[in-house]
Each structure stands twice: as C-alpha cells, then as structure tokens.
C-alpha cells in the first residue's frame, strides 16, 4: 500500500476559512462552506494545481509542502470542485488564482465560520484518506464541432427520450438502503447505456460523487488501501463503461467490498451508500464475462448479495411513435443548424402511413440509430434514410469523416503525403480509444517505416495535425465516436479507397495500435460483432486477440466469445476457434488447481464448446 498524503496543515486550514465568507470562491456562487447550524462540512478543500500526476493542473515542479500549501488552495462546493477539475483548459491556474484572489478581497473584512476541531479533523481526513478520482462526464465532451460530434453521448446534444422509466428506477437504486449495490445494464451498441448513466450522474447531484471509473483508477486505489477496510466519505456512484474488458479488475474489487465491515449490515444507516453501475452489450451470469466476477464459493454468495438485481437489467427499446418521432426531428433540427439551412420536415402524425410503418420497425428503437438516420437523411432524405440499416448509416457517416480529414489534408504541409496518412492515423486512434501525443508519435513512427514514408516536420508534425481535427483536448488524438461510426470509420480507413492497404501491412498497423492501445482489443471485438455479418474479412483482424488470449488471457477470450455473432457458417467457425481456447485455457488451469471455480469453469467451457461443435454439424467430436 501507498504512504499516507500528509496533506494540508490545520493552520492553512483555518486561515483559508477566515478569508472565505463561508462561501464558494466560483464566481456568483453563494452556496455555504458550513452549515452553521448543524456544524456540517458542505464544501470542499481544493488543489489549484492537483495534488497527484494525472490530475487536472498537475505541476510535477511542486514540492509536497507547496502542494499543500496556502497558495495552492482554493474553497469551493463539491459540485464547482468536480466542474474546475474535468475541463483544465478552461478552468486554468492563472483562473484559479485570480477567483482565489478576488473572493478573499471581497471578504477578507468579515469574520469567517466558526471551525471546531472536529470540522478540521474531517476536512483534513477527506483531502488524505484514499480516495476514488472518478471522470466526470463533462471532461468527455468532444472538443470538435464536427456534425458526427452531436452522436456523442457525452455532448448530450439530443433530447433525452423513452426512458424516464429506466432513469426513475436507477435513482430509486441509488438511493436504497444497501450499503453497497451493483446493478448489470445491458443493451445493444445504440440502445443508449452511456447516455442513461450520464443523466444519472446528473439527477443524482452534487451531493453525490458520481463518474465513470477507468481500469487505471481501479489499480490505483486498490495499491493505496484494501478496499476490505476502505472508507468512502461520499455518496459514491462508479460506472464502469465497457465492463466485459475489465471483468477481472471489477471482480477483485468485488471481491475485496464483499468482506468490507459495510457489508454486515442489510441497512447503510448514516453510512454513504457505494453504488457500481456496470454497462455492457450483453452478460451472462452461466458465461461469458459476467462469469468471471464470482470468486471462489466462500465469497460467492456475499458477492451475489451486492447485485440488485441479481439479473442483468436490458435497457429496452424507445416504444412510442411520439417519442421516436421527436428524438428524429430534434436531430433533424440540430443538423441543420450545423449547416445553416431549413431542417426538412417530417410528416404530421397519421398522415403518412409508408412513414409511420418505416419508424415502427425494431431498429428504430434505438437512440443511437434515429439520430444517425437523420444524419444521414438531412442530405438523402429522410424516408430513404429510414430504409437504411444500422451498417449501412454507419458506413455512410464514416466516410463523412473520412472525407472531413482529407480535407484537412489539403492544407498540411506535405498534402499528397499527408492525405494517405492522416486517416490511418486517426483509424489507429479510434481502434485504440484515442491515443495521447506520446502514443501516437510512437504509432506514427512505426507507421512511417512499416509504408516507407517520411513526413516534412516529423511524426509530431502529422501527429499534431490529425489532433486539431480530433482533439482530445491534452495534444493527443479523440477517437471517431460513437462506436458503431468509429468502427466503421477504421474497417474503410485500412481497407478501401486510397488508405487500402496490402494484407501484410495492414496486420502490422493492427498489431502495432494493439500494442500502443489497449483499447484496441474491445474496439475490434465490437467491429466484429457490428460488421462481420456485412464484411467477413474482419474476422481474419481477431486472430491477433485469439493469439494474445491463447497465452492465458482468458477476460480477453471470454469477451470474444461473447463478442463474435454466430449467423453465418464462417463466423460459427471463429467462435468455435474461441470456444476451444477457452475450454484449453480452463483445462490447463485445473491441472495446477481443482478448486470449485476451476472446475465449474472447465464445465462450462466444455458445455459451450460441445454446443458449438453441434451448431457446424461436428457433434460427435
């Protein structure tokens, strides 16, 4: 475990609550520091520049004393606190510093709140004790104004329609009485998982500390404290976005909150409550990565207590003509606007029955496919976008920005050059989840000798150059989003058109982005699952993933079972493949140890892959 932070002193403590006026140093916030009458702590002790590497305005030059210290310290409430941390660029030191500055001028003259000793206590013990650094959503927001940025969840561009339902239910959850409790959503690429949670974090409120939890962050709080004794200070939501490719990490923290003393008790009482939101497109308790969060049969149970429910939640279709029609139109209008003209308008209610029967059909029912449709309709028109499917709108928004950088090409210092590479460039972004500078200057590298070119100016010229078009806001690339048009945008980038590149080139490029981003293993098992009933060919990019799996990874092997659909002979085949790695890789594993998970694990992989042999006809094997 990790050293204990000293933190500030109780003297820097005082002397920033004598100067506060007992109120939030963010501009035009009067919202109390203490509640004075009950002697409560309601805001927040924060760091100009942050306190660790990673954080938002870290400045690795400051000592701890300094960082600690009073001028590096600012009071604000813990909703300013969470807004001045995820968006750095705007919220600056020199910003900080000037609120810091003038608020203490304006109240320097007034008497501050009262501090007993036990308010010190507690505000220090909050800046020390170890804590989770959750993202919040709005330090996900897309940086460019591309037209493709409204699908980003993050933006929260579009209404938010035909869920109150599922939103009702997750705050009713939140605010249960369970000390700790888990809940499995679930639901196709489109049906709308992320944004769900991200008006989720927003009902909750200030008062809650809610974000989404990166792999990265579930290492480092588990190497600073065991969360078998950890204490969190705040009502905590943690969503865990993609959580099949996480599945382990997720099981060991599980696993360890299983025997947290919190977890004695049916009833939280006046302790804050710890909530884990997994999303996922699919989960199986019997397989697949769900599977792999049940430890042994000793902590099994406890960890089942923590799920409520027990069963994974599917987040359903948008049901009501009324709604779709106006998510669709909302969107119509916001694409206009994007391009300054009329936004074309959608028949009255009842009026067109070939219009109505269209918007009726099941795919319709996801978020996601309505605003791509009118994307895509706001140029083709909307009763030829609606007969489109889900491959087809996300191919045709892709090659929007695949067009979009070419463009941005045509004015880079080597343009010929810079229109090959720019896009392979981006692709390796997005199949990685977005690279930082450091990441992408090294892939840029590889990718210069893997095609035997040069760039005038270096890979941090082209580099650069790709990041004002996708920018992630830190000098590295953002990935294509949302999933189902960044998939799409890779698949075309690397094999069509004037990217297209020859076999042998294109398995370097996948093995060297999977190699620099991590990412890139869930992207291209979701490219899979998305596109190899269109394009076949994408199966041949997993056989990378079923390598890297057959060394004993088997989170990887599971998501690919999970991850690869099974509605043609040849991708039956790929997930037989799979299948028998699994049912190796347990095998294996219970020659070393024949405890009851192993062998409930090789069970199942033999059920599984004895089902699969039936499915190609090979059922005597």
Known sequence: MGKQRRGPSQKTIKALFAVSGNRCAFPDCDRPLIHTDNQTVLGEVCHIRAEREGWARYDP????????????????????????????????????????????????????PKLTAKMIEEIIERLTAPKLALVAPESRRPRDTTEASLLNPYLRATMFVGRDKDLGELVTWANSQRPIAVRT???????????????????????????????????????????????????????????????????????????????????????????ILLLERQASEDAGWLRLLLPESQSKARIHEMFDPPEPVEIGPIQTGADRRGLLGNMLVLCAERRRTPPPKLPDPGMDEEFERQLAEPQWGDPLMLMMAAMVGIESGVPQALSLSRTDLGERIAKREIEQIENNAAHASDPQTAKRLMPLLAAAATLGRGLTREQAVVLSMVMGRILDWTYPGGAGRVVDEVASVLPDGKGGIAPVLPDMVGEAFAYLVLTTGEQALPDAQRRQILRATLEVGAGAFRTITLLAQDYAGRHPDILDWLDPLIHEGKKGNLGLLMQLSDAIPRDTLALRDKALVVCEAIMDTFRKAAEKDSSEKTLCGLAVALHNYGTRLSKVGRRKE
């Open 185 to 275: 959503i679930v639901g196709r690429g489109g049906a709308g998982k992320t944004r769900l949670a991200i008006e989720l974090i927003d009902a909750l409120g200030p008062e809650w500390d809610a974000g989404f939890l990166t792999p990265e962050e579930m290492s480092r709080l588990q190497e600073k404290v065991s969360l078998t004794q950890w204490e969190w200070h705040y009502r905590t939501l943690a969503v865990v976005d993609y959580a099949g490719a996480v599945a382990g990490e997720v099981g060991k923290w599980l696993g360890e909150l299983s025997t947290n003393p919190t977890m004695d008790s049916l009833e939280r009482g006046d302790r804050p409550p710890l909530r």
């Open 61 to 112: 030059t400051q000592t701890e004393k300094q960082r600690n210290g009073y001028d590096n310290l600012i009071l604000l409430s813990r909703e300013h606190h969470r807004i001045i941390d995820a968006d750095e660029s705007t919220y600056t030191v020199e910003i900080l510093c000037d609120w810091k500055q003038k608020h203490q001028e304006n109240y320097k003259s007034q008497p501050g």
